[in-house]
């Protein structure tokens, strides 16, 4: 289990890509997993001519040493724990180095922010970037607040609407729930009253409990599937009136692990993530794991030859 399970996560320095180690490194210690450290960067393409007509190309070499020096810290701070830890300094687009090693890894982690510096753009962009195109799923640690301490999880909420994306995210929090010895509480709601975000088309005499009832008896049928081969887990169940995001957002602050699914019932088959996983992302107040669309680690036809861990 240790060589086939690795959680992936993106550094760059700040605050918030260090609690995204710290939680990393919590979540491989419940399982025996390893943890790769990466940064990546993407050399901006600044060239002048010269007068022989070449071009002189902008020297990497300060950025590269800067970008170790991150990844240094961060593999010192695991060093402690004992996990088996890799890292790799990489060259490209942060997201997309991340989204493509995303296949092999079991879990991706980020941070919500950036740094500043030379990796300014790094986790602002790919906390956004890596939720929607990542093959496995993806761990957001919120911005850092003083004394914030993210593990262990011992409350996990995951958001369920009926939807395959959902579906996806349920099962995933009840691996989660397994891991951390958490205890799992499965929300479904819609909003019904009047007011902001509220559903215009429903009748106004609507039998509110009986949609309640309607939307409690599906979201049984969804724990019931989810739990098959995990009896040992209980999970608490609500349907409530009211907006997904914000109810999940207010959730935020009182759990540890918030579980969405990437894209709700009814999303646009374009659109990457929906509106409820996005709002989740941009407001929780603790780490976000956001389940993905895409085929799951084990599930996939073809498998790449080399990884950076493979190669360490």
Known sequence: MTDDNVVLVGVDGSPESLAAVDWAVARAECQGWRVHILCAYS?????????????????????????????????????????????????GDPAGVLVDLSEEATLAVVGTRGGGGFADRLLGTVSSALPAHSHCPAVVVPRHNEGADYTPVRRIVVGVDGSSSARRALKWAVTEAEAWGAELTAIAAVPMASGAGALAWLPAAVDREQVLADVRSGLDRAINEALEGHEGI????????????ELL??????VDLIVV?????????????GSTSQAVLSHASCPVLVAPTHQAKGERRTSRTSTPWGRA
């Open 43 to 91: 050399l901006p393409s600044f060239t002048t001519a010269s007068l022989d007509g070449g071009y002189a190309a902008l020297d990497d070499s300060a950025i590269r040493s800067g970008a170790q020096a991150v990844i240094d810290e961060a593999v010192e701070r695991v060093k402690k724990s004992g996990v088996a830890v890799t890292s790799s300094l990489e060259t």
């Open 249 to 254: 957002a207010e959730f935020s602050t009182a």
């Open 261 to 273: 699914g990437s894209r709700g019932r009814g999303g646009f088959s374009g659109l990457l993530l």
């Open 234 to 245: 209980t999970v608490r169940r609500h349907a409530l009136d009211g907006n997904p995001a």
